[in-house]
């Protein structure tokens, strides 16, 4: 009994403490981030968003301004032009872009999850910091 009286403190001192909601708001984040299924679909979606720019028309406002300035270029423009002519067309632009965000986004999750691993030293060496600071600051005023 005088045992289990005694290691209670201990037992209090390795429990893990409650999270805050900031902390459980880092977690979920760093967890969304690293979570292939949520990249997927990201990369989805753009994907899908810069194919369907690339297809957008853009005759209509280029006869818009070539109205209002006959000598621009937007003359020039064929009235079923499309951004993506406008632009250049690539058909894997879309693609590659939806690859980019795949990749961004796994480096972007392996990031979070190395500064939430660190936070709490970087907590820690910012307390130690304030604190020395403070010091400094009284032993110049003496």
Avoid: C, F
Avoid at 99 to 126: E, F, H, I, N, W
């Amino acid at each position: 009994m005088r045992l289990t009286i005694a290691a209670l403190p201990l037992i209090a001192l390795a429990a893990p403490l409650p999270a805050t909601a900031a902390d459980r708001e880092v977690a979920g984040a760093v967890a969304t981030l690293n979570d292939p299924a949520t990249q997927e679909r990201m990369a989805d979606t753009v994907t899908a968003l810069v194919a369907a720019l690339m297809q957008m028309p853009v005759g209509p406002l280029a006869d818009a301004v070539a109205r209002i300035d006959p000598a621009s270029r937007a003359a020039d423009i064929p009235p079923d032009a499309t951004v993506g002519d406008i632009a250049g067309h690539d058909p894997a632009y879309a693609e590659r872009m939806g690859a980019d965000v795949r990749a961004g986004t796994r480096m972007a999750g392996q990031a979070a999850s190395a500064l939430a691993a660190y936070a709490p030293v970087l907590k820690d060496m910012a307390r130690d910091l304030a604190a020395q600071w403070e010091r400094e600051r009284a032993a110049a005023r003496r």
